[in-house]
């Protein structure tokens, strides 16, 4: 590890911000993406008198060009809510992330930063606690029993942020745990970039049944929930059909913390050269809805949250991609190192490449 980041040069890092410029210029051009592929939906059986039809798992086989099938499933023996109480938490998330994402808007030219966290990379506004309070009070007033995990209520630092989701799956009453990052994205929105916004995602029994990504900005709301697809604005959505690495558009981040920095750094001079691009958009929650969508066709990270990712990761599932750790694990909610992608021999190959680089 420390040979391949010494070989490291200051003309990647340049590279990397141009890139991530460049990016951000042209984030506004894209026209939103449908899918014309139907994917049949599971049915929602519900017995009479019950609130959940127990089942024995759900899967899913989606099919890239050129790609063997990615197929995902679900814990055994873990019971599925019924579709009324599926529909409801979907409403509510959908409420909960636009009236958190009004407040975004009003004020998109940027926002003083109150403090910083885990360090002067890691920013918190005045805005991030009021969008959280008030995506918590809207959830809580239809259902007053479920847990609820935000951001932040967490103090900085991932020792922290794991502590708090090991605490919430291992004593919650109700089984059902919201998983909130107010704004995700909160440099781009200090800074007056439109690329910011709440993930909202609602777990049951360990297994996230329903996300939320609304984006304010572009007014696009991706939506998911468990054996059903994946949508954006109403439409469905699907992965990206690209087959080979070569073809790929891979997104990744530029973390705060001194580990992942490095690990990101190393990653670069490996996986650049196999791929079309990359892109540092700066929000985990919009690279995991456009790789959903198909904008881009992967998005990979050394270290994130449960927040971050919980909502993004149903909706690449949802869409026929794949979501796994670095070793190719499906992806849960203690998962820290994350890959969301179409799926099939791309997923594959980029987790190739990050090896080869000494990302583990």
């Known amino acids: 590890m420390a040979t391949t980041h010494n070989t490291f040069t200051i003309t990647h890092v340049f590279l990397a911000a141009f890139l991530a410029l460049n990016f ?19 049915p929602l059986s519900q017995s009479q008198g019950l609130a959940f039809a127990p089942i024995q798992s759900i899967s899913r086989s989606a099919t890239v060009a050129g790609a063997t099938s990615t197929k995902i499933s679900m814990s055994k023996d873990i019971e599925l809510p019924s579709s009324e109480t599926l529909d409801s938490l979907l409403d509510v998330a959908v409420q909960a992330s636009k009236l958190a994402g009004e407040i975004i808007l009003g004020n998109a030219g940027g926002a003083d ?14 805005i991030d606690p009021l969008c959280e309070k008030t995506i918590r009070e809207t959830i809580l007033a239809t259902f007053p029993n479920h847990d609820f995990l935000g951001e932040e209520d967490v103090p900085p630092g991932k020792e922290a942020s794991a502590a708090a989701i090991d605490a919430k799956l291992a004593n919650n009453p109700s089984q059902y745990l919201w998983i909130v990052d107010p704004i995700d994205g909160t ?11 709440p993930s909202v995602a609602v777990a049951y029994k360990g297994e996230v049944f329903v996300g939320v990504i609304h984006d304010p900005h572009r007014q696009e ?28 558009i891979v997104a990744m981040g530029s973390p705060p913390a001194e580990e992942s920095m490095e690990m990101s750094l190393a990653a670069l001079p490996v996986l650049m050269p196999r791929v079309r691009t990359i892109r540092m958009i700066g929000s985990a929650a919009l690279m995991l809805a456009w790789v959903a969508n198909g904008r881009l066709t992967a998005y990979w990270e050394y270290d994130l949250s449960s927040w971050d990712v919980a909502a993004g990761s149903i909706l690449i599932e949802e869409a026929g991609g794949s979501m796994t750790d670095l070793e190719n694990e499906r992806w849960n909610l203690r998962t820290r190192k994350i890959c969301g992608s179409n799926g099939g021999r791309v997923h594959d190959e980029i987790l190739e490449a990050l090896g080869e680089a000494g990302v583990v």
């Open 113 to 126: 930063v109150l403090k910083s966290k885990a360090n002067s990379r890691d920013l918190l506004t005045l």
């Open 187 to 197: 440099s781009n929105f200090v800074h007056g970039m439109p690329l910011c916004m």
């Open 221 to 248: 709301t991706f939506s998911a929930v468990k054996g059903r697809g994946a949508y954006m604005n109403g439409e469905r959505i699907r992965v990206g059909e690209q087959s080979t690495i070569g073809d790929a």
């Open 24 to 42: 951000t210029t042209r984030a506004l051009a894209f026209a939103p993406r449908s899918s014309h592929i139907n994917i049949q939906r599971r």
